[in-house]
Antibody
């Protein structure tokens, strides 16, 4: 059974940094393109970033480009999202997902506030 | 970036009703579209992939159709557990995008 477990969310001040982790089980993270998707409180889903199987091809939403970095550690079977220069508008529940296959974690909440 | 416009943004319907939600892409995306369902406090659940292929385990009252720029999700007979928010997502090109969502409420 595929499971995705996010961690690393929390309260951070504007301009701060956080690193989200997504521990995968039931499959290997290098075998599929994996994404981060976020959902601001009361709002819709927003795609944030994807890393392809090669690990070299990464993609970002314009709203996070230059501030967020997606990566993975195959030895730990874990996906990451390094988030720098955080803004209030980054406040959201962040999901790790393989949306095309219907695999989603339960999300980790990031709150950016002073 | 490809924009996905869902309509309506919300609807009220009764159990047993036939419901159709549309998703229009700003440019052609072939059949690179999925539909998912989200209930409050839960992660989204995949219903349809490749525009019209029902995900394993999803009830047959759900169906998807379309290709190119115009897509639809139909629930043939709405059930109490179907009251939720529905999203389309395109995989044709990056940045990937979601539609704005359609909230299906009880009339």
């Amino acid at each position: 059974e595929v499971q995705l477990l996010e961690s690393g969310g929390g309260l951070v001040q504007p301009g701060g940094s956080l690193r989200l982790s997504c521990a995968a089980s039931g499959f290997t993270v290098s075998s599929s393109a994996m994404s981060w998707v976020r959902q601001a409180p009361g709002k819709g889903l927003e795609w944030v970033s994807t890393i392809k199987t090669s690990g070299e091809n990464t993609y970002y939403a314009d709203s996070v480009k230059g501030r967020f970095t997606i990566s993975r550690d195959n030895s730990k079977n874990t996906l990451y999202l390094q988030m720098n220069s955080l803004k209030a508008e980054d406040t959201a529940l962040y999901y790790c997902a393989i949306t095309k296959k219907g695999y989603w974690g339960q999300g980790t909440l990031v709150t950016v506030s002073s | 970036a490809i924009q996905l416009t869902q309509s309506p943004s919300s609807l009220s319907a009764s159990v047993g009703d036939r419901v159709t939600i549309t998703c229009r892409a700003s440019q052609g995306i072939s059949s690179a579209l999925v539909w998912c369902q989200q209930k409050p406090g839960k992660a989204p659940k995949l219903l349809i992939h490749d525009a019209s292929t029902l995900e394993t385990g999803v009830p047959s009252r759900f169906s998807g159709s379309g290709s190119g720029t115009d897509f639809s999700l139909t629930i043939s007979s709405l059930q109490p557990e179907d009251f939720a928010t529905y999203y389309c997502q395109q995989f044709n090109s990056y940045p990937l995008t979601f539609g704005g969502g359609t909230k299906v409420e009880i009339k």
